[in-house]
């Protein structure tokens, strides 16, 4: 003898026996996480560097190279020293030369001394270790205890992208066929997490493996040290907010407000 049970047929109850308990409902999936409600990643009053490093890094089809522009031509006119750590002609060669040319060095001597106030620009890109892995806590932390002993500062920013624009812009830059968009795709899957742990190209193989299939647990082991990177800078921008981007990072380095790159 059977009846109707939950949508189910299950058999009825013995009348020897107590009755069996109803099946619980399935749990229901969490919800999906709440969007930011308001960005926070921009200060709203910041003070004015007196002096110090203002470390830039450029994650790709961000709008990073406005970003660059801007900050190398309000350098040379405001009295700030510039260097970028990219060399495109050298490749990846280059990783193992980022911290010795003429230009870094200075920075570096400058941090260093005790009685000279520097003031300097650096713009990460490709061809350097990785912020999350290296730079963040091997070379920022004792520069920023560096400088602050000697009244200066050290602000560290990036500006971020909805990932499926950035995916978009990178296809349009790289000329992507059809035929090639699937493993373009899942090679630059998570692209944010994986250049602020590790810049550019500089990846683990679990995840230069991911061209020929996609992981999600491999990329799910990027959430909590990448949200620990992020957190570490001082000033995040959007690119679909650039301008107030510009407006912020102009208020921190103490130039008018109302500059914007010029190409």
Same mark, same amino acid.
């Given at each position: ?9 299950? *058999? ?5 026996? *107590? ?6 409902? *399935? ?80 920075? #570096? ?22 912020? %999350? ?11 920023? #205890? ?6 200066c500062a050290l602000v560290s920013s990036t500006v971020l992208r909805a990932q499926p624009a950035q995916l978009i812009s990178n296809v349009y830059y790289n ?17 944010h997490a994986r250049y602020l742990l590790y810049g550019g190209y500089e990846w683990p193989q679990y995840l230069k493996a991911q061209v020929d299939g996609f ?9 909590? *040290? ?31 407000? %109302? ?5």
């Amino acid at each position: 003898e059977f009846k109707e049970f939950c949508g189910k047929c299950a *058999p009825a109850a013995h009348p020897l026996l *107590p009755p069996l308990p109803p099946t619980p409902p *399935p749990r229901p999936p969490p919800p999906p996480p709440l969007p930011c409600s308001s960005w926070s990643g921009l200060p709203e009053e910041p003070a004015p560097m007196k002096c110090g490093v203002f470390w830039f890094l450029h994650i790709g089809k961000t709008g990073g190279s406005s970003v660059n522009v801007h900050l190398k031509s309000m350098a040379g006119a405001h009295g700030w020293d510039f260097v970028e750590l990219y060399n495109g002609q050298r490749g990846f060669d280059y990783r193992g030369y980022w911290n010795m040319t003429p230009a870094f060095q200075k920075i #570096a001597e400058g941090v260093q001394n005790r009685w000279r106030p520097v003031k300097a620009i650096v713009s990460q890109h490709h061809t350097s270790p990785g912020f %999350g892995m290296y730079i963040k806590d091997h070379l920022l932390v004792p520069w920023r #205890a560096r400088l602050e002993a000697k009244g200066c500062a050290l602000v560290s920013s990036t500006v971020l992208r909805a990932q499926p624009a950035q995916l978009i812009s990178n296809v349009y830059y790289n000329s992507v066929t059809r035929d090639k968009l699937p493993r373009f795709a899942n090679y630059h899957a998570n692209y944010h997490a994986r250049y602020l742990l590790y810049g550019g190209y500089e990846w683990p193989q679990y995840l230069k493996a991911q061209v020929d299939g996609f992981d999600a647990d491999l990329e799910l082991r990027l959430l909590e *040290p990448a949200r620990a990177t992020l957190a570490a800078f001082d000033v995040v921008g959007r690119t679909h907010e650039l301008d107030l981007y510009f407006e912020t990072i102009n208020q921190v380095l103490g130039w008018p407000t %109302g500059a914007r790159p010029i190409w």
